[in-house]
């Protein structure tokens, strides 16, 4: 039977217990990591905002920017959840030198001083990594994940719904207008140089007009007033009040609703910068529609390159402006951009070729062109021969579609696109017209030339060996990084609220990403 000690209590043992903190962290830990390689960046961006005055830090910028990295890197995300760890934790006393600052001074660096330089910062990180040759910024490696908001999941405003709404209340102002125009008129009342009979031929109004329309209408009400009319003064002063408190701040209301919208269909009202997106929330990728951001990363060897912040959920439109920000942070574009299908259009594939960039980007044909159903489909418009001298296409009943016209069409994003329209000169009495077109008339096809010509190129460039061999590469790459972030350290909703500050907290994540990518280059 084994012996057990009677005193369950520790013992110290005479004094030496206990020891220095330093002394209870292994050599090789992570936290050594982190703040060895802290030290080497040059965080001049950070001090630097600590020399605008406002009396002396008790706490050192670069110590509390350790904390938070560490944080990041632990689960450790809130204030005050790192205020207690600075107190309780071995890691974060060791880290700290044992200063306690409190959760609102952590939380007044991370929200005010890391916020206004965290772009900075990071490519402090960057620059380290590049002087240490661990990348080079030649074949960077691109996707996005959508991260939710810490805003209220039911504070959403759609645009269609401000759109209704704001339909219906012109529709009731018109109606107010003309008949107070017409009470007016029966009354013979003037309005000075303000036409409101004018007003009401209007469909919709501005907060402008209805202001416009709070003055003429108070206006009337003193003339009313000082001739004594009762009737007629507490008639008006009731549509004056249904004006004033009713019609203009709905207005005003809609009106700063756009404002906040923007380009997008919806956005929070707890956190104005986030967007309702479709969120893959299960294994069997069911979506919820919650708020959030588009969080796009490019990496390269592993480590995170650039990061940018996007209110639009879909990939395509966000290429080109993480492109224009990695220009401008490192000064150069990289050698080759590795995407999936959501960032293949005709607009990324343009801009790529115009900065010398090889597209090893996928587009939704691509593994489609592949298949041999696809091939052997006599009625696919896209394996029909073209006849350069006529300028015309065969069907595969042999009859010709002439080119008629030169369309342009512009994206959602606004991008013209060029499409040559063809039609088959008769389609009459063609045998296989049911399962060529559902039509009435001749068979009209599209042809997006240049769209044809970028596309050709980039599925050359996808089929070659080092295209079949960074394709394999770009699912460990990327991917990795946002299965660290979202399902070993449990990420999935930002704390803070706006894009600069989830910036901040996406940049300390990925900081401590490539710290901890670091050690595996020993
Ligand atoms: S419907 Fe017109 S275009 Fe299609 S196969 Fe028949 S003739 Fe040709």
């Not at 071995?90 to 005010?112: A, E, K, Y």
């Not at 951001?293 to 439109?317: A, K, S, W």
């Not at 993480?322 to 050698?335: A, D, Q, S, V």
Request: aromatic fraction near 10%; proline fraction near 3%.
């Amino acid at each position: 039977m084994t012996r057990l000690s009677t005193n369950h209590t520790i013992r110290l043992n005479n004094g030496s217990y206990p020891p220095s903190v330093d002394e209870l962290i292994p050599a090789n830990h992570l936290v050594r990591v982190v703040s060895r390689t802290i030290d080497e960046m040059d965080l001049t961006p950070l001090l630097r905002t600590y020399s605008k005055g406002g009396g002396a830090s008790r706490f050192h910028p670069i110590m509390l920017f350790k904390v938070f990295v560490y944080g990041y890197m632990t689960r450790v995300y809130s204030s005050r959840m790192l205020a207690k760890a600075m107190r309780e934790n071995v890691m974060f006393m060791w880290l700290s030198g044992g200063q306690r600052p409190d959760f609102r001074t952590l939380n007044m660096f991370r929200s005010s001083r890391l916020k206004a330089v965290m772009d900075e910062v990071f490519m402090a990180t960057v620059k380290l990594l590049a002087a240490k040759g661990y990348v080079k910024l030649e074949n960077y490696f691109v996707d996005g994940t959508k991260i939710e908001s810490a805003a209220n999941k039911y504070s959403f405003v759609w645009k269609r719904g401000i759109d209704t709404n704001e339909r219906k209340l012109d529709e009731k102002l018109r109606a107010f207008i003309i008949e107070v125009d017409r009470v007016a008129q029966n009354e013979n009342v003037e309005y000075g140089d303000r036409d409101l009979e004018e007003m009401g031929e209007q469909t919709t109004f501005t907060a402008e007009d209805v202001a416009e329309l709070a003055a003429v209408l108070n206006e009337r009400l003193s003339k009313l007033e000082s001739q004594g009319a009762g009737e007629d003064v507490k008639k008006l002063k009731k549509d004056v009040k249904q004006v004033v408190s009713d019609f203009l701040p709905r207005k005003r209301k809609y009106e700063a609703q756009r404002a906040i919208l923007g380009e997008r269909n919806s956005f929070s009202k707890t956190d104005h910068d986030a967007t309702f997106m479709r969120m893959k929330e299960d294994h069997f990728k069911n979506g919820q529609l919650k708020p959030g951001y588009n969080v796009q990363i490019g990496t390269e060897n592993g480590f995170v390159l650039g990061y940018d912040i996007f209110p639009n959920p879909t990939d395509t439109r966000t290429l080109k402006p993480h492109l224009e920000n990695m220009r401008y942070r490192f000064g150069k574009l990289p050698l080759r951009v590795i995407a999936d299908a959501g960032y293949g259009s005709q607009e990324n594939y343009a801009y790529l070729e115009k900065n010398n960039i090889d597209a090893i980007v996928k587009d939704g044909t691509f593994h489609r062109a592949g298949k041999r159903s696809w091939r052997k489909n006599p009625f696919n418009t896209e394996q029909w021969p073209y006849d350069a001298a006529t300028d015309s296409y065969s069907c595969p009943e042999g009859r010709s579609l002439t080119y008629v016209r030169t369309v342009r069409r512009e994206t959602d994003g606004g991008y013209a696109q060029d499409l040559r329209i063809y039609t088959s000169e008769s389609c009459e009495g063609c045998s296989r017209r049911d399962r060529c077109t559902r039509s009435q008339g001749n068979r009209t096809i599209q042809r997006n030339e240049e769209l044809r010509r970028l596309r050709e190129k980039a599925h050359a460039r996808l089929l070659s060996e080092d295209g079949k061999i960074l394709r394999k590469r770009r699912a460990v790459e990327v991917e990795t990084v946002f299965g660290q972030v979202k399902g070993n350290q449990a990420f999935r909703r930002f704390h803070l609220r706006g894009t600069r500050k989830v910036s901040v907290e996406w940049g300390l994540l990925m900081i401590g990403y490539n710290i901890k990518r670091t050690c595996l280059q020993v």
